[in-house]
């Protein structure tokens, strides 16, 4: 039972994590008015700044992670970035916005490596993409959490009080957090031991080895590039292109966040733990596909001009894309020896969160401005932006399929462990 209580505590820091993270993506609108920016000044203030310090950090972070206690390393983090989250809730001009933001991005470096580690030595290396999909169950709750509860609380008491109530919500599950989790072995679940822990070059030097390693980091990148690029624009092109309020866009969007989320990981968990899914191979051909479908549903979301018909194929596109966040991590997992882990965590962190919370955003927000007559942004030019971001999920899916070339002989030199039913699958 330990392990499932591990893994709740998991859940929830994840859960905490994405809360804290895109809660401001749902009030984006009013604090662009409030503090009279362009689309491409919000974009930097709300995602740029606080993505430079979230992968900046997490090397270093990531580094004491596989070295240290994970548990202290975790707890302090959830502490950081949620006392942060209350002073962007006291925040009063641009500048205090922008420390707020930088200091979550500090924070935040330390959760998910951390949490993967942890998890992968409570968890056998066969039902390792199994339990990390249902920890990325934290993602569509916090996605909610960052919708619902955001547009909810930002229409009645106006933006700030979000802020307010999770960054307080955060420091009190980090000191749970810390009362009750146990620190476990590392690597006590794997044949390949290391007795020492390997130097940053040496990791990278290893992980750029591992293609297979390679090509699942620049998928699961590319896909954060790709769906949650499109969903921090998605409450302000419902809020134009519809005139509705933050509330009422959030409406729409949280509930396939929390139902279409969850189920989409939990049927993912459940394929993930067939014996038929033992070979890594049906994993990454499974997600691929899945992308590549949505990525055409997207597309049309964005073209059309109709709300029922952005909101019907809201619920293929949303749960898309966390279908491959839980099995990402578990791949890459598997693909790292065990005093690796953080830091092949940290690698794919850093690509993916560059990808969607410093390219998509201010990229998205450059095109917007730039559309638009006279330069201010509106409705029409939002729309051509994000209509030029939708087509990137077909580069992600390639990623996926090319990596099944080298995927089973790269986890086996990882874990040391044989792939089971190991009739080998035809390679692409």
């Not at 690029?229 to 092109?237: R, V």
């Not at 059309?304 to 991590?329: E, K, M, N, Q, R």
């Not at 997992?333 to 410093?358: G, I, K, S, Y």
Request: proline share 4%; with cysteine; glycine share 8%.
């Amino acid at each position: 039972m330990a392990r499932w209580y591990v893994l709740l505590m998991m859940v929830t820091v994840y859960t905490l994590s994405i809360a804290d993270r895109y809660a401001i993506s749902t009030v984006l609108e009013p604090i662009r008015l409030e503090l009279h920016l362009t689309d491409s000044g919000i974009a930097f203030l709300t995602g740029t700044s606080l993505a430079l310090f979230y992968v900046l950090f997490g090397f270093p972070l990531s580094w004491l992670t596989d070295r240290y206690s994970r548990r202290i390393i975790l707890t302090c983090s959830v502490l950081a970035w949620s006392a942060m989250t209350i002073c962007t809730g006291l925040s009063h001009n641009y500048r205090q916005l922008q420390l707020s933001r930088l200091g979550v991005g500090v924070g935040e470096a330390g959760g998910t490596p951390g949490a993967n580690s942890i998890l992968s030595d409570y968890f056998p290396c066969v039902r390792r993409p199994m339990a990390l999909t249902i920890f990325a169950l934290g993602a569509p709750i916090g996605a909610w959490i960052a919708a619902d509860f955001a547009g909810r609380i930002s229409d009645l008491y106006g933006w700030r009080t979000v802020f307010l109530w999770l960054g307080a919500a955060g420091v009190i599950f980090g000191v749970w957090l810390y009362a009750t989790v146990r620190e476990p072995r590392r690597g006590c679940l794997d044949h390949r031991l290391q007795a020492d822990s390997p130097s940053f070059l040496v990791t990278m030097k290893y992980l750029w080895s591992q293609r297979a390693a390679v090509h699942v980091v620049l998928a699961t990148s590319v896909c954060a590039l790709w769906g949650w690029g499109l969903m921090w624009w998605t409450p302000t092109f419902l809020m134009r292109t519809y005139s509705l309020s933050a509330g009422q866009a959030g409406a729409i969007t949280a509930p396939i966040h929390l139902y279409g989320g969850i189920a989409a990981s939990l049927l993912t968990a459940w394929l993930l733990a067939q014996p038929w899914m033992a070979n890594p191979k049906r994993i990454v051909w499974l997600l691929g596909s899945i992308i590549g479908v949505s990525t055409i549903i997207s597309i049309v979301i964005y073209w059309s001009h109709s709300l029922s018909v952005a909101t019907a194929l809201f619920w293929i596109f949303i749960p898309s894309i966390y279908f491959y966040i839980g099995p990402g991590f578990g791949l890459l997992n598997n693909l790292a020896e065990p005093r690796m882990r953080a830091m092949f965590c940290c690698v794919v962190l850093f690509v993916a969160n560059v990808f969607n919370l410093v390219v998509a955003p201010q990229a998205v927000g450059l095109l917007s401005d730039w559309f638009a007559p006279g330069h201010i942004a509106n409705a029409a030019s939002l729309r051509l932006a994000l209509l030029c971001l939708a087509p990137t999920g077909f580069w992600a899916t390639f990623h996926f399929f090319w990596s099944a070339r080298h995927l089973v002989q790269d986890q086996e030199r990882a874990t040391g462990i044989k792939v089971m039913g190991r009739p080998e699958l035809t390679a692409l």
